[in-house]
């Protein structure tokens, strides 16, 4: 797997009455709800359970949200004491327990834990597994390009006992606190391949990556690479034209997942433009640097492909990623260039930045024509109106098909990749027809921008059940989860695509 050492690498349940602290660095977690008391007993050492009942009764220990209180024990088998609050028991789903585990997993990394015990004895009903991905999630870190700090070189934390009732199914949430802990694995891979310098970044980079993925022992994935000449020939001229600036030649990348029990095909598209300069039509230099970004849908799919084919469900799964570069030069597309897609229709380039629609107007007809999938998704940093409409919150979801969009409205509710729907009438559509074109690749200034960009491309999907996610607001720049650090990409999608495609695979 591309990522860095610091992940949780052993995960193990354990019922209570068979509890034993083995090794160093122990950290023992005591969640507690809002004003109860935390129950310790018959797993902290007698004084250190009174201590914790002292400590609440005097509200030094709250149990609201996020708030936390830790006590180092060094005499103890154990080096220290986390008391975390749940917040009210009303309020505590998933999407809190992350929150208040992110909060924790800086108290760890400040007082070297490395093994983390998670007394769930009295919270079985509680999605476990939350905790374990925000970890994994929490601690994550980018240092491809800094120097390693020896004296206080950052510890993680690498293991993970979940202590629970006598009677509670271990298996089953062994199962669950495993795959959590694979599928922020895999979306720290998509964050990884994000945060990378667009230098090191190229459309080649992700067909390497496709190649690695296919490769992987037992990945049940094959890959495909169509180069620039094949595109010619097939007639991509949507996104051949956005290439033509860069000096780095596109690729066109298919990862496909197949299981011989599948009786359904989804597809994903991801937008992988490494490098979004605005072509001609220039960015302002400003936050131009962020465009390194806008191959975060890309990154999803890709590492969405990859949990996938470690979780082996039984649906079949085609990862689609056209990359590219957009960037000015002599060669590249001018504003009013007319090229002609490979569904045959025309397109007026009115202006190089709205390049994203263009090179996955290709990918989806190319996609729909070729592999026949029953559902396409496609997830894109579309627009800078998404960012307007949703701020980094959620993420705008439209499409033609109102049963797959709310499958991946319910995904996003219990994954917290947060999804809200936008409409998209024929009204819309109407607004992205040419002058002197089939269509136009933008709509009327400052109107209803991530719809315009949503209307387009259902021009490339036919009668495919599709839905589009636009995540330009909630790929990078996040500001409001503990446990995404607000520097880093997000890996948007990967834990809300697994989800669902999962849920997909059970129900049939
Ligand atoms: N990659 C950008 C969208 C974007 C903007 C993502 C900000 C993340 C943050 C996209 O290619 C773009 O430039 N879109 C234009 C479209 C417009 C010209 C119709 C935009 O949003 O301004
Ligand atoms: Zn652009
Ligand atoms: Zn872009």
Redesign the pocket.
Known sequence: MIVNADMVTRISIVKARELAFEGDDICVVIPVYYRKHPLAEKILAEEDAATLRTLSEKNIITGRRKSYYYIPAPSREYKGILVLGLGDYEDCDAEAMRRTMGVAVDVFRRNHIRHVYLDMRFYDNLPIEAFVESINLGQYHFDTYKEPEEENAPVAVSEITVIVDNAADTEAIGKACQRAALVSLAANGARHFANTASNDMKPETFAQAAYQIANMEDSCCTCTVLEESHMAELGMNALLGVARGGEFPPKLVFLKYRHPEASRTVALVGKG?TF?S?GI?L?PAG?MH??K??MCGAAAVLCTLMAVSHLKPAINVIGVIPAVT?MPDGRAQTPGDIVRAYNGKTIEVL?T????RLILADALAYTVDTYKPNIIVDIA???????VALGHVAAAVLGTNEYVIDELLAAGKATGEILWPLPLWKDYERMMEGDFADLS???PEREA?TI??AAFLKAFVGDTPWAHLDI??T?YGVKNKPYLKSKYATGFGVRLFTHWLLGLAENG
């Open positions: 433009v979004d605005g039509s960015k936050k962020e465009m970004f806008d957009n202006n930045d709205a390049e994203g940093t579309l627009t800078g109106a998404a960012v690749n933008i709509g921008g315009t960009g330009a607001g790929a």
